[in-house]
Each structure stands twice: as structure tokens, then as C-alpha cells.
């Protein structure tokens, strides 16, 4: 199995910087397909970014593209979000998650076998 914790959350001002992080524990990580999700009160779970296996292919949502940028560190067990340029509708929980060997696609929830249990990013304006 392989647990999740999220940190770096917090307060900012439109047009700051955040970077979140997620350490895995668990076997394989290097293996797995790493996700960023963000929900707002009242709304669906929606995909940020996801950074393949292998460290080559990431995919963003197009709200966030230039914005935001995944990557991983391996060594350290750990993935990271990049946010900058923030703005008020980034405001959400954000949830790391790790999956592999879904047919749904990795821009899905369903992709993902496990998941952090969120850091609250709030961007004021």
C-alpha cells in the first residue's frame, strides 16, 4: 500500500506562490502515476496535474497551464505542485494521489487507488 501526506498549504494573495508537497510511504513509488486534485466547497473533485511513472509526460488542466507545474523527486519519495500566479478560484483542498493500472484515463479520480488527505490552499484577492 502507500500512504500519502500532504503539506504547504495555506493563505495567499492573488498572484503569490505556493508549492505543495506529498510524501509517499510505501513500496514502488517510483512506479506509480502521480496526481494533483483540488475541490471548493460545493463542487466536484477536478484534476490539476498528473506526472507519469516515469517522469517524462505530465498533464495539467487548462486553467492552470503556464501557472502550475508537477514533479517528483523519487530519491525522496516525494511530489511537489508548483503554484504560482495564484488566483482566487484556485482556492480549494488539494489532494495528492497515486495510481496505476487503471483503463480510466490518469485526468480521472478514477485512475487513482490512493489519496492524501488534503491541504487547504486559499488565495485571496
Known amino acids: 500500500q502507500v500512504q500519502l501526506v500532504e503539506s504547504g498549504g495555506g493563505l495567499v494573495q492573488a498572484g503569490g506562490s505556493l508549492r505543495l508537497s506529498c510524501v509517499a510511504s510505501?513500496?514502488?513509488?517510483?512506479?506509480?502515476?502521480m496526481g494533483w486534485f483540488r475541490q471548493a466547497p460545493g463542487k466536484e473533485r477536478e484534476f490539476v496535474a498528473a506526472?507519469?511513472?516515469?517522469?517524462?509526460?505530465?498533464y495539467y488542466t487548462d486553467s492552470v497551464k503556464g501557472r502550475f507545474t508537477i514533479s517528483r523527486d523519487n530519491a525522496k519519495n516525494t511530489v511537489y505542485l508548483q503554484m504560482n500566479s495564484l488566483k482566487p478560484e484556485d482556492t480549494a483542498v488539494y489532494y495528492c494521489?497515486?495510481?496505476?493500472?487503471?483503463?480510466?484515463?490518469?485526468?480521472?479520480?478514477?485512475?487513482?487507488?490512493?489519496w492524501g488527505q488534503g491541504t487547504q490552499v486559499t488565495v485571496s484577492s
Open positions: 510505501g513500496r514502488t513509488f517510483s512506479m506509480y502515476t
Open positions: 494521489a497515486a495510481g496505476r493500472f487503471a483503463t480510466a484515463p490518469m485526468t480521472s479520480v478514477r485512475f487513482y487507488d490512493y
Open positions: 506526472l507519469s511513472w516515469s517522469g517524462t509526460s505530465t
